[in-house]
């Protein structure tokens, strides 16, 4: 599938172009890798470190604690409130699109533990309709956001997307105030989030859930951005830089707090967690009130606990 010039293929997706399903080749480093050899590094090719899309059963495996993940609202489908018909129907992609991944749409949500801490997990898969946000992927990840603050849990969203799902029209792009809000309330009560944008993050996620995170972090070489950069070169009419709206890119301007490559994510996200979670976030919280929690019961994070981009409303 062609997406901002680059393939979007899972590793176990590749195996699909070679004979016998053992070998692929590294599309950064040209050089043949044994498929186990790659499933047991994570997807991450073993002589460059050129990291392949990750199906989300493996991204949740890699968070969270043995046998700690249990899913939430994974019956949620999607509607087509607009009827909407391209080349194909909308019903149909999302037949075809359940039938590919075995899963009714784009994200995985959930309570897991990571590291010993209960946490609010999210994961996007670009394998179902390019991890693009309709309703039901905004509706998830607003519900894990709004769960994770009622429990007072921290949220770790792994960020993939397209964008917006233009099959849905407005409704999809409802869902980047949706989340935003939500992601407000669970900052108000003190509590961290922390996004993992990988390859790629655009778009309408992009410009909402994936970039209000406490600390944002990225893999290595992950396309982030709002437009692709074709239309920006074409908008603009100027060359643009060397690595424009890769992750090494972005660091250097600000957009981005740390890269970091798979192999270390879940011990720096243990790090950061070790390092945030205040005695404040711990205390019991009345369950009366929006989102269970009454404006006086809030309690701001101590100075030395509260990270520089923490959001004040
Ligand atoms: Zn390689």
Known sequence: MAFFGKRILSFRNRKKDTPGGLWDSCPSCKEMLYLKEMKEAQGVCTHCSHHFSLPREDRIAMFADAGSFEEWDGDLTSVDTLKFTGTASYTDKLA????????????????TRVGGFDVG???????????????????????LIERSTEARMP?????????????????????MAKTSGALARHAKAGLPYIPILTHPTTAGVMASFATLGDVIIAEPEAL???????VIKETTQQDLPDGFQRSEFLIKHGLLDMIVHRHDLKQ??????????????QRPVPVDGPMGIKQEDVVEAPTKNTPAKRRKS
Do not use: H
Request: glycine share 14%.
């Open 96 to 111: 075809e699109n359940l039938l590919k991944t075995g899963y009714k749409d784009a994200i995985s949500c959930g309570k």
């Open 121 to 143: 997990l999210g994961v996007m898969d670009f394998k179902f309709l390019g991890a693009s946000m309709g309703a039901v992927v905004g509706e998830k990840v607003t519900r």
């Open 155 to 175: 949220v770790l969203l792994v960020c993939a997307s397209g964008g917006a799902r233009m099959y849905e029209g407005l409704f999809s792009l409802m869902q």
């Open 224 to 230: 982030i951005g709002f437009a692709g950069p074709r």
């Open 268 to 281: 720096r996200v243990v790090d950061l967690l070790n390092f945030w979670m205040p005695e404040s976030s």
